[in-house]
Nanobody
Framework: QVQLVESGGGLVQPGGSLRLSCAASRSSFSIQWMNWYRQAPGKQRELVAGSYNIGTIRYADSVKGRFTISRDNAKNTMTLQMSSLKPEDTAVYYC?????????WGQGTQVTVSS
């Protein structure tokens, strides 16, 4: 089991940047996938970016070139650096972790992109 706590959300203008962080309560060496999902009002939850423990990284097409995911297994953290933000990036962002058959979610952090 693992607890995940997100931080770093907020209000930003279009074109701006934000950095989200996720802290895990256990060693992230034992976590296969760490992912960022998001859910906008009235829309389905979608995968934004994911990081596999041995280095594989994946991104949604909508964020490629703008978002960067990274893991620091020494600190049990994961970050999502978001730049060139658009109003359509507005959503609640969730940190998730896959450990064996288990899928764990944080509480989410709100990101609002608006002028």
């Amino acid at each position: 089991q693992v607890q995940l706590v997100e931080s770093g959300g907020g209000l930003v203008q279009p074109g701006g940047s934000l950095r989200l962080s996720c802290a895990a309560s256990r060693s992230s060496f034992s976590i296969q996938w760490m992912n960022w999902y998001r859910q906008a009002p009235g829309k389905q939850r979608e995968l934004v970016a994911g990081s596999y423990n041995i280095g594989t990284i994946r991104y949604a097409d909508s964020v490629k070139g703008r978002f960067t995911i990274s893991r620091d297994n020494a600190k049990n953290t994961m970050t999502l650096q978001m730049s060139s933000l658009k109003p359509e990036d507005t959503a609640v962002y969730y940190c998730t972790a896959v450990i064996g058959p288990g899928d764990y979610w944080g509480q989410g952090t709100q990101v609002t992109v608006s002028s």
